[in-house]
Nanobody, 126 residues
Framework: QLQLVESGGGLVQPGGSLRLTCTAS????????IGWFRQAPGKEREGVSC????????NYADSVKGRFTISRDNAKNTVYLQMNSLKPEDTAVYYC???????????????????WGQGTQVTVSS
């Protein structure tokens, strides 16, 4: 089983920034597309962003377009989610997940992702 670990969450004021990191161990991250998902209290988990295995293709939820940027450094076995202009509604537990699908990952459906991290809390509040 693939092991993914998220880090970088925390408490930030509205308008602030955070960078989340997803690090893989025990496997070559570059063989997988990676997605970021989030789950707010009382809500279903939703897809935020994803990136292809080589990093050439990305997708974003409408709610984060223009504010979040996903990137990856396969040499470091790491994927990043840069989050700018954060809003209180971005408060959630953020998860990264791996997909071996060649194209299905793009639609940010949970069923396309087979391995998940434990999540990192992001709280946006003044």
């Amino acid at each position: 089983q693939l092991q993914l670990v998220e880090s970088g969450g925390g408490l930030v004021q509205p308008g602030g920034s955070l960078r989340l990191t997803c690090t893989a161990s025990g496997f070559i991250l570059g063989n997988y597309a990676i997605g970021w998902f989030r789950q707010a209290p009382g809500k279903e988990r939703e897809g935020v962003s994803c990136i292809s295995s080589a990093g050439g293709r990305t997708n974003y939820a409408d709610s984060v377009k223009g504010r979040f940027t996903i990137s990856r450094d396969n040499a470091k076995n790491t994927v990043y989610l840069q989050m700018n202009s954060l809003k209180p509604e971005d408060t959630a537990v953020y998860y990264c997940a791996a997909s071996s699908g060649r194209s299905t990952y793009y639609y940010l459906r949970e069923i396309s992702y087979t391995d998940w991290g434990q999540g990192t809390q992001v709280t946006v509040s003044s």
